[in-house]
Structures are given as C-alpha cells and as structure tokens.
C-alpha cells in the first residue's frame, strides 16, 4: 500500500514569493492534515479535512496560508507571501476513522527555505 | 491549558534498555500516540494506548496510566538504528497535540 506522497520535497524561495505544497493521502483516508515542524519542535496541526471539508483551520495564518481539497482527496496548502519565519517542514498526513484508532500516517514533509 | 513533556534528550548503549516518559495535561483524552522520527524523515507510528496499561510490540512497549497523566516508551536491544526522536502526542477532544520530542542517541 502506498504512504502519503508529498512534493516538492525540498523547496528554496526568496521572502514575498508564493509557494504551493501538495499532497496524496493514503487511498480510502477521509482525513487530512497538514502540520508544520519547527527544528527541535513536535508537529503543529494547521487545517483538518474531513473530505472535502475543513473542520479546523484555527491554527491555520488565514492572512498568507491557504488550503483546498477538491473532490476530498489531494491536498494542496499555498504561502503567499512567504515570510522568512516560514522556513520549516511542512508535513501532509492522513487517517481513516474506519481504522481504529484513527492512527495519523505521515507523508516525508516538504522542507522549506525562505531565504 | 494543553501541555505534553518529555525530556530533550537520552543517551543509551547498544544492546541496553531505555524509558522515554511523557507526561501530559490536556482538554480530554482520547488515547496517546508514540511516533519514531528519523533526522529528515516523516514521523512513522509505533504505538497507541487508550486504555491503562503496557502495550508490547516486539522490541517496543508502551505505558499508559491515565489517572497520572503519565505514558511511557520503553525500547529493549537497542540497536544503532534506533537513534531517531521519539515523539509522544495525545488526542484531546478534537486533535492530536504533539510533545517536542525526545532526541535518542544509540552508542555502540
């Protein structure tokens, strides 16, 4: 089966520009997180979807950051401008509430540098 | 207000035994997570405890005592590759908040 697929996986841009970051969930997970991890620091939850739906994005910077799920399976999660406080790991996980626990599975992360 | 603390960092030899501890205070629980993260590496799920008491899984267990707050990782044989940060998290009522994660450093 395969994981969460995130790209790109290392990006490097100048503050004020634009990025995007996209996500594949595992196929079936109804869940989507995007979390953002600071050096030294555990994940931060950004946005939940619940298909389609963002059901919390209270963490989410709504100024710069922005999220869309179409059709309540890939992800992508845009920074517009980037600040150089953006600079971080950006990770994509997914879960299944048919799976138990609802175990979070985690995609490689997207390294960010804003120079 | 929510909160998880595990130590920074630990040092072990190869082939011993270590315990991460997490304790936590947070709004509601709906069971604790242990994540292995590998410098540069996605966090990849090791174990989940909702109810009190130790989960095994091979080499790996986990603790839970609810009522304290308090979870623990024990790693047995530790092998090189086991260096990697251990990260403790715990659903509260709507999310999985995370720990800062414990550094572990495997010596030969």
């Known amino acids: 089966e395969a994981g969460v697929v995130q790209s790109p996986r290392y990006k490097i841009i100048e503050k004020k520009q634009p990025v995007a970051f996209w996500c594949n969930p595992i196929s079936g997970h109804n869940t989507l997180y995007w979390y953002l991890q600071n050096l030294g620091q555990g994940p931060e939850l950004l946005i939940r979807y619940e298909n389609e739906e963002a059901v919390d994005d209270s963490q989410l910077p709504k100024d710069r950051f922005s999220a869309e799920r179409l059709k309540g399976v890939d992800s992508t999660l845009k920074i517009q401008p980037a600040e150089l406080g953006d600079s971080a790991v950006y990770l994509c996980?997914?879960?299944?509430?048919?799976?138990?626990?609802?175990?979070?599975?985690f995609g490689p992360g997207t390294r960010l540098t804003v120079l | 207000g929510q909160n998880i603390d595990q130590p920074t960092e630990m040092t072990a030899t190869e082939g011993a035994i270590v315990q991460i501890n997490c304790t936590y205070q947070?709004?509601?629980?709906?069971?604790l997570f242990w994540y292995q993260q590998h410098a540069g590496e996605a966090p990849t799920f090791l174990s989940y405890?909702?109810?009190?008491g130790l989960e095994e899984k091979g080499r790996f267990s986990s603790f839970l005592s609810r009522s304290k707050g308090y979870s623990y990782l024990l790693l047995k044989e530790l092998q090189m590759k086991d260096s990697a940060s251990y990260l403790c998290?715990?659903?509260?009522?709507?999310?999985?908040?995370f720990g800062t994660g414990t550094r572990l450093q495997v010596f030969p």
């Open positions: 996980a997914s879960s299944s509430i048919l799976a138990g626990a609802s175990t979070q599975y």
């Open positions: 405890n909702v109810l009190d």
């Open positions: 947070t709004s509601g629980f709906n069971g």
């Open positions: 998290a715990v659903r509260g009522t709507d999310k999985l908040i």
